[in-house]
């Protein structure tokens, strides 16, 4: 469950939120003047959230990569070259199969 409480709220109830936070009843967002600005959350789902960013960026850089390779190609270009690509995968494939019976 996720609460929403106010920063003024959350200092007086420090401990007793960072109970339930490592319990994982609850997870807190806070607000000072009615804005959200912070959030409390178990160090476990931290470390996801890290992880979550890592993967993400190395996702990122990986289409960066892919982006600069295929800059001066058009998207047909691309296409045509994505399709021959599928066709040889799929013979080397279907060559394999056949041997291995």
Known sequence: ???TMKAS???????Q???KVFRGETEVVVEKSGIPVAAIVSAQ???K???MKQRRNQDFALISEIRTA???QTS???QKGVTKA???VRRESKNQNAFSK
Request: charged share 20%; net charge negative.
């Open 45 to 47: 789902d931290f470390e």
């Open 86 to 88: 599928i066709a040889q």
């Open 1 to 3: 469950m996720t609460q």
């Open 17 to 19: 939120l960072l109970n």
């Open 9 to 15: 709220d959350v200092r007086s109830n420090w401990s």
């Open 49 to 51: 959230l890290q992880q």
């Open 76 to 78: 047909v270009q691309i």
């Open 70 to 72: 295929f800059k001066d």
